[in-house]
């Protein structure tokens, strides 16, 4: 049985997961000649992103008796849904670097203290 077939008797489930992540969220099955092995690809597309996730065949059969293996699938849709929307800028100027050292420099002065230091006698 292909992915193709699997998705047809498993897309109420499989359009149930989708909808309770983001309703606008659009998917589209992937040519299986393209994957390999026991395996399908979905292309999950949202507000002009795309992104590629693969499924296994035999958590996309077992989907409907198991809520274990619906709530992996869920869970693996949703992170890549998460991934796609992230907006990460590039540290063009090098600020993040600059303040990796200031603060290594801080914790350098630290632990450069005497080792064998008097308490001050009172």
Known sequence: MTG???????EGILRGIIRSIDK??????????EVQGPRCALQLSLRGREATVSLSIDDLRSAGEDAV?????RQKIKNTR???MDNHLPDVLGT??????GQSAVTE??????????????
């Open 24 to 33: 606008n969220l659009d998917y589209t099955l992937i040519d299986s000649a």
């Open 96 to 101: 993040k670097i600059a303040k990796m050292l």
């Open 4 to 10: 193709r077939e699997v998705l047809k008797e498993s």
């Open 82 to 84: 998460d991934h796609m």
């Open 69 to 73: 293996r619906k709530n992996a699938i």
């Open 109 to 122: 002065e630290n632990f450069k203290r005497p080792v064998f230091r008097r308490s001050p006698r009172r």
